[in-house]
């Protein structure tokens, strides 16, 4: 699968980067209770930190703030989505299990402080490229609304975005039917590169202990 960073969104971020890992064979379910546990616990530990700190305190959801910001978008306004992960749980409002690729996608995307898609690999189509979407980019997202994707980070097959570091789409949404997989973490662009691969590996590897099948990881910069 050939995925690049556009040339508008790498002069605008330096050092943009992302983790892509690409999953075959995988069999997604329920969640093991292993997975649900540890989801439940972070929420709990991380619901207490809250209490102390600001959301402006975490490394994490203030990098991606900035990056909204010098992208065009509004992160007043529209939020990246670890942050809105972090704002549920700082109103007590834990995410519930949905099923094992998306509950392991949540907890990752805690415990990194970053935004991470998952996608069927099938439901892409052609080159992936990761941009700054345009007045007339656009998809409905998984909440069921209509989302304008203009001066917003997009990844885009040849039919389209089909996701984002803010909500992703209806159209290539995994389900337990999903047989392979494309995943993206949208990393902190401070991340230095070694660092950035063992936290993708850690990623791939618990997937793959958890859903079985094969995977490949790799970190593209722009």
Same mark, same amino acid.
């Given at each position: 699968?050939?995925?690049?960073? $556009? ?9 943009? &980067?992302?983790? *892509? /890992?690409?999953?075959?064979? /995988? ?28 959301? $402006? ?13 010098? @992208? ?8 990246? $989505?670890?942050? %809105? ?5 700082? &109103?007590?409002?834990?995410? %519930?299990? *949905? ?15 970053v935004p991470i898609g998952i ?10 490229? *990761? ?6 980019? +656009? ?16 990844? %885009? ?20 039917? @999903? ?5 993206? *973490? ?12 063992q936290l993708t590996k850690s ?8 859903? +079985? ?10």
């Open positions: 699968m050939e995925i690049n960073i $556009s040339a508008d969104l790498s002069n605008k971020i330096p050092g943009f &980067k992302v983790g *892509i /890992i690409t999953y075959d064979n /995988i069999e997604v379910g329920p969640s093991p209770q292993m997975v649900k546990g540890r989801l439940q616990l972070f929420q709990e530990a991380l619901f207490f930190d809250l209490e102390e700190k600001e959301l $402006s305190d975490f490394s994490g959801i203030k990098e991606w703030r900035a990056i909204f910001k010098a @992208t065009g978008t509004n992160p007043s306004r529209y939020r990246p $989505s670890v942050e %809105a992960l972090y704002r549920r749980v700082k &109103k007590q409002n834990y995410l %519930a299990p *949905i099923h094992s690729a998306i509950d392991l996608n949540t907890f990752f995307s805690l415990l990194y402080e996608y069927d690999a099938d439901k892409l189509a052609g080159k992936i490229s *990761i941009k700054i979407g345009e007045s007339a980019d +656009g998809y409905v997202d998984l909440n069921g609304r209509l989302n304008s994707l203009d001066n917003m980070i997009a990844s %885009a097959d040849h039919e389209g975005p089909f996701g984002s570091p803010y909500v992703d789409s209806e159209r290539t949404k995994v389900t337990e039917e @999903t047989k392979r997989a494309l995943q993206i *973490i949208y990393l902190q662009p401070k991340t230095p590169i070694e660092e950035a691969r990623l791939m590897d618990m997937f793959l202990e958890i859903h +079985g099948g094969e995977g490949t990881y790799s970190i593209i910069e722009g």
